[in-house]
């Protein structure tokens, strides 16, 4: 056993469904109080052939002691692990604590977090979890999580254990909105529960904008709905599992673009898609169709007020030894006031956040596209969005009255009549082109 201020780090290996002891990780503080991290891998991990790093820009492969005393000691990668309010929540109740530090988080999250990685006290790592919540599991589920949210009295007692026991399998999802981890055939799903207090059917919702960002020609997680006691679930397939023939789980390795911009949820000077793009390029091994998908998906987002893109929304993904793009997530649509000016949540061009067609091309070069296929993006989208998204959404069930309370999230016409001016002086300028050209006279470019 170690001590409490240190835990061994496991990993599953590409393409084993078995943890492995990977490293040692300890958080204690500086003489000026102050948290320091540090991470050391383990001699027998280094010398496996299938070793691999638990990100590719801070922890890299090679024998050292890393340190840091950025984001409270809490190394990115090991971040992305950790529970965020949902599952600190849960974590909370089923302890019955409330003053828990940062490892007492990581530590009592389930073995079930994102990404490849487990944490724990001994040097030998647990097995893997065969056991899932059923879809069956959703009514109770969804009542527990109801009365947690509501800090509900009434649930007490062992019932209160019982549940809040099943709740805690999957608090290891990061997000706000509750959530559990459900298995259905060969699959696990997160099943992201609706709220009483919900303005329009959220699930409904982000299933119908997954459908019209693939209709975009996006890569997005595969989701579905459930009706559980009349009320709406989205259920959305992981992407960091497959079913192996042991009927174990594959655990691929994933981190945030939080952790590949070495930033803090609480510093946003450095979200911003073009330094993504630019770390991308580094980490991918297919960068240039990475950066494509990453331009598109940063144009959806700004289409369709997804202004909940931060960089905890977004993510790189390992199913072997090498790292890419993962599947677009948590899209939401959000309604605007303002029909001619937005704001996203990272940097998008090089004038900020500003959600415009002028500022979301102005850095095409930093996604290895010349002007011409951006601007083609951007185009082909806007007209995909404004032609489609109503239609989309009423197939995904969600309501008339539901669609209008979102229509400004879609009718974004200064963007529109942007788009729509732009290729009007496109036309005009090879129209008058052609009549210079039919006139014998030279044409300035």
């Avoid at 929540?89 to 994102?114: C, F, H, M, Q, W």
């Avoid at 679930?233 to 174990?248: C, H, Q, S």
């Avoid at 000016?341 to 095409?364: E, I, K, P, W, Y």
């Amino acid at each position: 056993m170690t001590s409490e201020r240190e835990c061994y780090v496991y990993m599953v290996p590409p393409e084993e469904t078995e943890f492995v002891t990977v490293g040692r990780f300890e958080l204690n503080r500086t003489r000026d109080g102050d948290p320091m991290g540090r991470f050391v891998y383990g001699r027998s991990w280094l010398a496996r052939e299938d070793a691999v790093p638990l990100d590719p820009v801070e922890l890299r492969l090679r024998e050292a002691t890393y340190e840091t005393t950025r984001m409270g000691g809490i190394f990115g990668a090991i971040r992305d692990s950790m529970p965020d309010f949902w599952g600190r929540r849960v974590i909370e109740r089923n302890s019955n604590i409330t003053l828990l530090d940062e490892l007492d988080y990581l530590l009592k999250g389930p073995d079930d977090r994102a990404g490849a990685l487990g944490f724990g006290l001994n040097v030998a790592p647990p097995a893997p979890r065969r056991q899932f919540n059923r879809t069956l599991d959703l009514e109770h589920l969804q009542a527990a999580a109801d009365a947690l949210m509501q800090d509900n009295p009434e649930l007490a007692g062992s019932a209160a254990a019982q549940v809040e026991e099943l709740l805690l399998v999957g608090s290891g999802m990061g997000g706000a909105r509750p959530k559990v981890v459900v298995e259905e055939a060969d699959d696990l799903w997160i099943a992201k529960f609706s709220r009483p207090d919900d303005r329009w059917s959220y699930p409904r919702a982000e299933h119908g904008l997954l459908g019209l960002a693939a209709t975009c020609g996006l890569d997005v997680a595969g989701s579905k709905l459930s009706t559980v006691a009349g009320r709406d679930v989205l259920l959305v397939r992981r992407f960091d599992r497959d079913r192996a023939e042991n009927r174990a789980y594959r655990r691929h390795r994933q981190v945030s673009a939080l952790t590949l911009l070495q930033s803090e949820e609480s510093d946003r000077s450095r979200w911003s898609y073009l330094l993504f793009a630019d770390e991308l390029r580094r980490s991918s091994a297919n960068p240039t169709a990475d950066l494509k998908e990453l331009f598109a998906r940063m144009s959806f987002n700004a289409i369709v007020s997804n202004i909940d893109d931060h960089p905890r929304n977004h993510a790189i993904l390992a199913k072997d030894r090498y790292w890419r793009l993962s599947p677009a997530y948590d899209l939401t649509p959000t309604p605007q006031i303002s029909k001619d000016s937005r704001d996203l949540a990272m940097a998008c061009g090089t004038h900020g956040r500003t959600a415009t067609r002028q500022n979301l091309l102005s850095g095409h070069g930093r996604f290895l596209l010349e002007r011409d296929d951006a601007e083609s993006i951007v185009d082909s989208m806007v007209d995909a969005v404004r032609s489609e998204w109503h239609a989309t959404m009423r197939r995904a069930g969600l309501s008339e009255p539901d669609c209008e309370r979102i229509a400004s999230a879609f009718l974004y016409d200064g963007f529109f009549t942007t788009a729509k001016t732009a290729k009007h002086e496109r036309r005009h300028d090879l129209t008058r082109a052609h009549r210079t050209c039919s006139e014998g006279r030279s044409i300035a470019t």
